[in-house]
């Protein structure tokens, strides 16, 4: 079940990555995790694909926490530390990924790019929330970065078994080089974004992913930058498809 929470994970990015190429080519629709849950909610099997993609999810999350709390428990005390903390986000993301998809299975949808304008208007409203804003931003910032070295430097293979045709290691290690560093770029993108709207005290500025790919196709040549953004995350989720059945777990 767990393993399932990759394929879904993949589907996701697929999705997103093909709005996004829609959207260079002129097209409509949100380049976001929500917009990629209600274009499966809007297929003909709509809710069988939202609840068995809620409890991929929902496993995987589960799995990330046991990781959390009861692994790593051999290594040295940072790496620990940092493993537990990286199982801990995982989990998190998996849970929020969960919650769209019930809220959409449903019937009260959600927008993910509204939820970051309300966060962003909240925070930037308490005390020391300007600050907690920018840590934040500069956090998604580095995470963009690191997903993009990651890529660069064929990391990733560590958490994969390899298949036994070398074609298909080639394959899957140019699909998880181009995944990395497309979903690098996008992480730097909403992370920038959080910090000037917080610099420039414009919270709708703050308009989370599907914000981040429509800021980048309104840029000198950027339906070509964003296109091929698009072509990345495909390969991104078509790696997390793939790494459902390679992952070492």
């Known amino acids: 079940m767990a393993r399932a929470g990759f394929a879904v994970s993949g589907i996701l990015h ?3 990555g093909a709005i996004a190429i829609r959207l260079a080519m002129g097209g409509e629709g949100k380049a976001d995790f ?5 274009e499966l909610a809007n297929q003909p099997a709509g809710p069988v694909l939202l609840w068995s993609s809620f409890v991929a999810c929902l496993a995987l999350a589960v799995w990330q926490t046991s990781d959390a709390i009861f692994d790593f428990s051999h290594l040295p005390k940072r790496r ?3 493993k537990k903390l990286k199982a801990a986000g995982q989990a998190a993301i998996f849970l929020v990924f969960a919650g769209t998809f019930a809220s959409f299975a449903m019937g009260a949808g959600s927008d993910s790019g509204k939820s970051t304008r309300d966060i962003t208007v909240n925070l930037m409203t308490a005390p020391g929330g300007v600050a907690l804003l920018i840590i934040l931003g500069l956090a998604v910032a580095v995470a963009g970065i690191i997903y ?9 293979a560590k958490y994969i078994r390899p298949p036994a045709s070398e074609k298909a290691r080639t394959a899957v290690t140019w699909l998880g080089m181009a995944g990395y560093v497309s979903k690098g770029v996008v992480l730097l993108l909403v992370g920038l974004l959080i910090i000037v709207a917080t610099v420039k005290a414009h919270p709708e500025e703050s308009t989370g992913l599907d914000g981040g790919l429509k800021a980048l196709r309104d840029q000198p040549l950027g339906i070509y930058v964003l296109a091929a953004v698009g072509a990345g995350l495909i ?11 390679l992952a070492k777990m």
């Open 235 to 245: 390969c991104y989720g078509v790696f997390q498809m793939v790494r459902a059945k």
């Open 34 to 38: 929500s917009g990629a849950v209600q």
């Open 80 to 82: 620990k530390i940092g």
């Open 148 to 156: 993009a070295i990651r890529g660069l430097r064929q990391s990733f």
């Open 14 to 16: 697929f999705l997103v």
